[in-house]
Structure formats: C-alpha cells, structure tokens
C-alpha cells in the first residue's frame, strides 16, 4: 500500500517523516477546534499510525511500529479521537451482566431507523455509480475484514474466548482462501470494475469513513478498551443480517452476479448466526466474568451504531445534492 495524499498540517509532516528512517520528529499537534469526527487530517494521521500495526506502507520502515515519537503522536490524535466520540455517543449506563442481552437489542432497536435509509437506497434507487461509490467506502474496512476485532482474542479468556474465535474463524473463511470475507469483496470490487488491491482507494475516502475503522483499531489497540471493541463487534452483527439483503438485492438489479453478490448473501446467513455468538456467549460471557465493564460493551455498540449513521448522512446528503460523497481522484485534501 503507498502512503496516502496529505490532507493537512499533520499528515504533510507524517508522510515527510516516514519516507525516511525511522527518528524523533515532533509534529504539528490536532486543532482542538475542529470536529474529530470529521477532521480528514486528523483522521488520516490517525489512519495511517494504525495501518503501521496491520500491513504497512511501501517503502516505509517497519521500524516505525513502535517509534516513541509516532506514538506520542498517536496518543495525541486518539485523546481528540476519544473527545470526539464522547460528545457524539452518549455513554449508556452499566447494566447486570443478566440485562446485557436486553439492553443490547435496545440500543440497537432505537438506533433502527435513526439516520437516512441508506440500504434501502442501494436496494431500490442507487445507480451503478452510486453502488461502486459505497464499495469503495466500505473497501477501507472490508479489505482487511476482522482484523482489528482480532485484537481481543488475546485479552480475553473462557467462553468469550471460545466465541470470538468462532466468529472470526467465520471471519477468514475458516481457513479457505476462497471464503475469506476480505477475499469475497475483491471479487465484489471486480465485479464491478473496482481496483481490489489493499488500501487502493484511501486517498477518496471522507474522514468519517476513516473514523468508522479508526474506531475498531483504537478500541482494539487498547486493552483498556476491550468491552468496548466486544459491543462494536457485537453491534455489527446485529444490524448486519438484513442491510446485507438489501445490497445483494440493489447489486443484483445493477447487473452484478452471483460472484459479485456472494460476499452480501454470505453475510445475511453467518451474521444472523454470529449475533446469537456475539450476544450470548462472547457479550454474555465477558460481563459474566467483568461485571463492572457492561457499560464498555454498550458505549462500543453505540459508537458502531452512531458511526454507521453518521456515514449514512454523510453519503445520501451527498447525494441528494448531486455530488459524489468521496473525495476527487487523485488530489491532496485540505482540511482546514
Ligand atoms: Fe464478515
Ligand atoms: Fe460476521
């Protein structure tokens, strides 16, 4: 994956420092006066310290992992990321591990329906451009499907253990290439006529598309944040099962075959079966043996879901005024 396009101050000197060897730099610090959840360079800065952790850039030292001042910087950017999520999502308050299942549905009931209906767009109206615009979006995540929940899997033990990895071995095709989810929506991003190569489309996507992965990856760097990345995940699942029929549906009425759509059809099956997983034995699980941590699992099901419906405006306001929702090919973008 190259480098992306700076977008600003911060991500001008980050790609300056990391086409060299790995060294102390200091670097211009985030705008406390710019929203975090929609600061491109913010959340590109961000974005591109966390890609260190999972694959990397062309031509960039994997020194650079654990260098002390990128990571000075990482803290920075998350302490404004964290800021910008605490005002978007309010913090549901901490339930008996014997409610957890039950507020859970709730948090997930009341946000059904709370935002743009854009699934049923892609189903029904969206033309072919539109269908490719959301692939792309959704590549920054989908390429690299289940990594960052993985982080768990060595912070947890028991019956949480047990059933994270049974989702995530559903996750990688339970060791068949062809299965692997990430490999799935290649073939959707061929199908049609998408570039399928990892982090191929960065450079176009808004940074509430980038806070949407920057979420997972804070939530799974930090193992303060461990019941918080359990209710993310959880909250996919839930609200997973039936967005993915409208897709495979919209894909469908677009001309996209049975390869292109396999990856939605095979989310409306195995997501109704890993929300019962995340649910009961992973959620369930982990507030059994950490009592204290439920309101964790709802505040990282929140954000999931406050995420989604803030990249649900972004794209249908977007397009309800005729202008694509991504960034134009090919130029540096400024954020401020
Ligand atoms: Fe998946
Ligand atoms: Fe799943």
């Given at each position: 994956?190259?480098l992306p396009?700076?977008?600003?101050?911060?991500?001008?000197?980050?790609?300056?420092?990391l086409?060299a060897p790995?060294?102390?730099?200091?670097l211009?610090?985030p705008?406390?006066?710019?929203?975090?959840?929609?600061d491109d360079?913010l959340q590109?800065?961000?974005?591109?310290?966390?890609?260190?952790?999972y694959?990397g850039f062309d031509?960039?030292?994997?020194?650079?992992?654990?260098n002390?001042?990128?990571?000075?910087?990482?803290?920075?950017?998350?302490?404004?990321?964290?800021e910008?999520?605490?005002?978007?999502v309010?913090?549901?308050p901490?339930v008996?591990?014997?409610?957890?299942?039950?507020?859970?549905?709730?948090?997930?009931?009341?946000?059904?329906?709370?935002g743009?209906?854009?699934?049923?767009?892609?189903?029904?109206?969206?033309?072919?451009?539109?269908?490719r615009?959301f692939?792309v979006?959704?590549?920054?995540?989908?390429?690299?499907?289940a990594?960052p929940?993985?982080?768990?899997?060595?912070?947890?033990?028991?019956?949480?253990?047990?059933?994270?990895v049974e989702?995530?071995?559903d996750?990688?095709?339970c060791?068949?290439?062809e299965?692997?989810h990430?490999?799935l929506?290649r073939?959707t991003?061929?199908?049609?006529d998408l570039?399928?190569s990892?982090?191929?489309?960065?450079?176009?996507?808004p940074?509430?598309?980038l806070?949407?992965?920057?979420?997972?990856s804070?939530?799974?760097?930090?193992?303060?944040?461990?019941?918080?990345?359990?209710g993310?995940?959880a909250?996919?699942e839930?609200t997973?099962?039936t967005?993915?029929?409208?897709?495979?549906?919209?894909l469908?009425?677009?001309?996209g075959?049975s390869?292109?759509?396999?990856?939605?059809?095979?989310?409306?099956?195995?997501?109704?079966?890993h929300?019962?997983?995340?649910?009961?034995?992973?959620?369930g699980g982990?507030?059994a043996?950490?009592?204290?941590?439920?309101?964790?699992?709802?505040?990282?099901a929140?954000?999931?879901?406050a995420l989604?419906r803030?990249?649900?405006?972004h794209v249908?306001?977007?397009?309800?005024r005729?202008?694509t929702?991504?960034?134009?090919?090919?130029?540096?973008?400024?954020?401020?």
């Open positions: 994956m190259q396009l700076p977008r600003g101050p911060i991500t001008a000197r980050l790609v300056d420092a086409a790995p060294h102390a730099f200091g211009p610090l705008d406390p006066a710019c929203p975090a959840l929609r360079d590109l800065a961000l974005f591109v310290c966390y890609e260190l952790h694959r031509e960039v030292d994997d020194g650079w992992e654990w002390t001042s990128l990571l000075g910087l990482r803290e920075a950017l998350e302490r404004r990321f964290e910008g999520l605490a005002g978007a309010p913090r549901p901490a008996p591990p014997g409610r957890l299942r039950r507020a859970m549905t709730e948090l997930v009931a009341a946000a059904d329906g709370d743009p209906p854009l699934a049923a767009f892609l189903q029904h109206r969206a033309d072919r451009e539109q269908f615009e692939v979006h959704r590549s920054v995540y989908h390429l690299k499907e990594d929940h993985t982080w768990a899997i060595p912070r947890l033990h028991g019956r949480a253990k047990a059933a994270l989702i995530q071995s996750e990688y095709g060791g068949r290439l299965r692997m990430a490999e929506f073939a991003m061929r199908g049609l570039d399928d990892y982090g191929a489309h960065v450079d176009r996507v940074a509430i598309t806070a949407i992965g920057n979420a997972m804070l939530f799974g760097l930090h193992r303060r944040h461990r019941g918080a990345l359990l993310h995940l909250a996919f839930m997973s099962s967005p993915n029929l409208k897709y495979s549906r919209g469908r009425r677009l001309g075959d390869a292109a759509r396999r990856f939605y059809d095979e989310h409306v099956q195995a997501d109704a079966v929300e019962q997983i995340a649910l009961n034995d992973m959620c982990f507030a043996d950490h009592p204290a941590l439920t309101g964790d699992v709802l505040y990282g929140a954000c999931a879901l989604d803030l990249f649900a405006e249908m306001g977007c397009w309800q005729g202008s929702s991504l960034h134009p090919a090919g130029l540096a973008v400024g954020s401020r």
